[in-house]
């Protein structure tokens, strides 16, 4: 077991660029989860993935955001014309939920901090 | 809509102390719940998961406890360390059968040496 592993660490750019970011899942893991923390507050749920499917998006995933699993293995987040208030910390995770696994706990990577400016 | 309420905000005990840390959710139709840690700029940390059908879980130092039908639960921390100074979180389901789980924003805790 390796972990959820997300890269970048660290993404400052500026303010219209596109961002993209990755993350892979422990191996054996079915869903993956993308949620984004600013300083103070929880993580806020934006999306996940069974397998390779996109099953749910948050209200908070403006059209200038697209999540992608192609292979139901590793995920990539992208933020296109990025705003300042896109500035936050965005934490990937995964958990493996099955017929037997329902209640299966979540597993976080640490996350990409991400500074627009 | 769930919320999910943590208290206190901010906790700083000395070391040795037992000390308990407060969840509530409004929406008590969920299927389990879960405590997480978070180290400054790190990642979360899963600690224990309760399933609905369960009151209580320990692991090691740390005993969690649900009561679905008041919408709360809590976490004990017995004689505690100064590498347990973290930030905790709580995480429910938003809905039954719902996979967006809701964190409450968490208490800080310090402990000193």
């Known amino acids: 077991d390796t972990g959820v592993s997300q890269d970048p660490r660290h993404k400052i750019t500026k303010r219209g660029q596109n961002v993209t970011f990755r993350c892979d899942p422990i191996s054996e893991h079915n869903r993956l989860y993308w949620y984004r923390q600013t300083l103070g507050q929880g993580p806020e749920f934006l ?3 069974q397998n390779e499917a996109q099953l749910e998006k948050s209200r908070l995933l403006s ?9 139901g293995s590793f995920s990539t987040l992208e933020i296109q ?8 910390m965005y934490l990937c995770a995964s958990s493996l939920v099955g017929a037997s696994s329902y209640n299966s706990p979540l597993h976080f990577g640490n996350g990409t901090r991400l500074t627009v400016t | 809509k ?9 906790l700083s005990v000395p070391e040795g102390e037992n000390l308990v840390l407060n969840c509530s959710f409004t929406d008590s139709a969920i299927y389990n719940l879960q405590w997480f840690r978070q180290d400054p700029g790190k990642g979360l940390t899963s ?3 309760i399933q609905s059908s369960q009151r209580e879980q320990t692991s090691g130092r740390l005993n969690a406890s649900l009561d679905k039908s008041s919408g709360r639960s809590t976490l004990y921390i017995a004689a505690s360390q100064p590498g347990d100074s973290a930030t905790y979180l709580c995480a429910v389901p938003a809905g039954y059968n719902n996979n967006d789980m809701r964190f409450g924003a968490g208490t800080r805790l310090t402990v000193k040496p």
């Open chain 2, 2 to 10: 769930q919320e999910v309420t943590q208290i206190p905000a901010a």
């Open chain 1, 63 to 71: 059209d200038r955001f697209s999540a992608e699993r192609p292979k």
């Open chain 2, 47 to 49: 600690l224990l998961l």
């Open chain 1, 47 to 49: 999306t996940y993935f």
């Open chain 1, 81 to 88: 014309r990025t705003e300042q208030g896109d500035s936050a």
